[in-house]
């Protein structure tokens, strides 16, 4: 994998160079100017194909294609000749995640002595293992609804048409389901997310709702073959209940797994300052595969983690190394509830009381545009925000970070606004906030692809993820290389400063 990957990268990175700037922004630094030239289109498009393409399969931690991203971003890291700042000389922090979901193989559905084993439940929390009695409801593409009337109270229900109906599972669940089994075709690839145990208790609860599933048709069939619904004289349209009870079984079954935030670090070069350090991070994990369909996650946040490697490359660039030293950072489970740079708070490879700021890129490669996701107040025309960036946080604790940003931002010149502080809980330098780390948010706003299959690499905008790299390569040498960090000027709750 690595070597084909490898290869691609190869050939992407030695195409066409780009150095250009939004217009009206100064040339780079001459000090810095190396590592700035480094970050190009061609580099930051060559990295987020592969985290976002079929490889990755949408990064969902815990899933397969989240470690394939993590191996990636650990040999980029390697590549660069940063030191490893995970557990036993690895980039590799893991976290011991609860894994949960229906066992392998033990779906069942069984008629007298028949037993039929094609079928699953996505998502469950307990074993399910009851008898009773069935109804099969055959809808076409136009039905919206179930029969007025019609009750499932303790039945399950088979669905059966043109395609899944999650509106009619739904309501089958409402009309008193104890099961809902909707018939397709071919079975869905399924892949549960990761969960984490709350201090190593189960994950095992009681169902609350009627569990959801798939059977296939040729289970259907072999229902109808062996005669298991009746003929009712006047039954509703499409209504055929069972003439005997079913069994339905499915086991649930737990397992824990390891799931790694990506760690590495480039030494200061002072021999006082490089005690203390700057973060950088973005998180590396997306929604996965759910349901058997993928969901990319180019921008959220294939786009922050593709900064974090572009940056740490650029750093090598140079031939004079931050007085600070830096800690690079791609997080897990951030979609899960910042599971994985809480966990890094609470475990640090670094002393957190040495951390002078933390500068995290969550979604930096897409223009915002349209009102959703709690963006109704913010309704970007996309014409209008090619050169816009929505800067988070950074007045919070020092306003000196803030100052910083800005003056670093002459040599890149995005528009910055600052109308997002309602997501200043929502990404991962939160859990550095807590600790009352300056932090500064990079966040390109919500678009009508968040959190949806769209969200794919080919929709990005290639110059604004290049120059966002640019901008916090540029925030992270200037925190690295001032004598005093950011001065924490700002009173937070409970009197005093942090």
């Avoid at 061609?42 to 399969?57: A, D, M, Q, R, T």
């Avoid at 993590?70 to 980039?91: C, H, Q, S």
């Avoid at 593409?141 to 229900?157: R, V, W, Y």
Wanted: a neutral charge; aromatic letters at 8%; charged letters at 25%.
């Amino acid at each position: 994998m690595f070597v084909r990957t490898t290869t691609f990268l190869g050939a992407a990175l030695a195409s066409s160079v780009s150095f250009a700037q939004f217009r009206g922004a100064e040339p780079a630094p001459t000090d810095l100017k190396a590592g700035f030239d480094s970050i190009t289109e061609s580099y930051v498009k060559g990295i987020l194909k592969y985290l976002s393409g079929p490889e990755c399969e949408g990064r969902g931690s815990g899933q397969p294609g989240y470690q394939k991203a993590a191996d990636f971003v650990a040999a980029r890291f390697k590549e660069f000749g940063l030191k490893p700042m995970g557990d036993n000389g690895t980039y590799f922090q893991n976290i011991e995640f609860g894994k949960a979901g229906m066992a392998k193989n033990s779906f069942e559905l069984r008629y007298g002595s028949k037993s039929l084993k094609s079928g699953l439940f996505p998502t469950i929390s307990d074993d399910v293992n009851f008898d009773a009695p069935a109804v099969l409801f055959e809808f076409d593409k136009d039905t919206k609804d179930l029969p007025e009337g019609l009750d499932l109270t303790g039945k399950i229900a088979i669905l059966s048409g043109p395609a899944r109906n999650t509106r009619l599972e739904s309501a089958a669940s409402v009309a008193g389901a104890v099961a809902v089994l909707s018939v397709v075709d071919k079975m869905p690839k399924v892949v549960s997310n990761a969960r984490l145990n709350a201090k190593g208790t189960s994950l095992r609860r009681p169902l609350a709702v009627a569990p959801k599933g798939v059977i296939t048709s040729d289970v259907l069939e072999a229902l109808r073959g062996a005669n298991v619904f009746a003929k009712v004289a006047n039954a509703t349209p499409g209504v055929t209940p069972s003439a005997m009870s079913l069994h339905l079984g499915a086991k649930f079954e737990e397992q824990k797994v390891l799931v790694p935030n990506v760690v590495a670090a480039m030494e200061g070069s002072d021999p006082i300052l490089k005690d203390e350090w700057v973060g950088l991070g973005g998180h590396l994990d997306h929604l996965g595969i759910r349901n058997g369909v993928v969901y990319p996650g180019a921008d959220d946040d294939g786009s922050g983690s593709t900064s974090v490697i572009a940056i740490a490359r650029a750093m090598t660039k140079n031939p004079v190394k931050p007085r600070r030293s830096i800690l690079f950072m791609t997080f897990c489970g951030e979609e899960i509830g910042l599971v994985g740079s809480g966990y890094l708070a609470e475990h640090p490879p670094v002393p957190l009381n040495k951390m002078v700021a933390e500068l995290q890129m969550d979604m930096v490669g897409r223009d915002s545009y349209g009102a959703q996701n709690g963006d109704q107040n913010r309704i970007d025309i996309e014409s209008e925000n090619k050169d816009t960036i929505r800067l988070v946080g950074s007045k919070r604790i020092s306003t000196e970070l803030d100052k910083m940003i800005q003056d670093m931002n002459k040599f890149v010149n995005f528009r910055f606004k600052y109308d997002a502080e309602d997501v200043y809980t929502r990404s991962d330098h939160y859990n550095f906030a807590r600790k009352g780390i300056p932090i500064a948010f990079l966040f390109d706003g919500f678009t009508p692809s968040y959190h949806q299959p769209t969200d794919i690499w080919e929709t990005m905008d290639f110059f604004k993820l290049m120059n966002s790299a640019k901008l916090y390569y540029l925030c992270t040498n200037a925190v690295a290389n001032r004598t005093e960090p950011p001065k924490k000027d700002v009173p937070q709750a409970g009197g005093g400063r942090r």
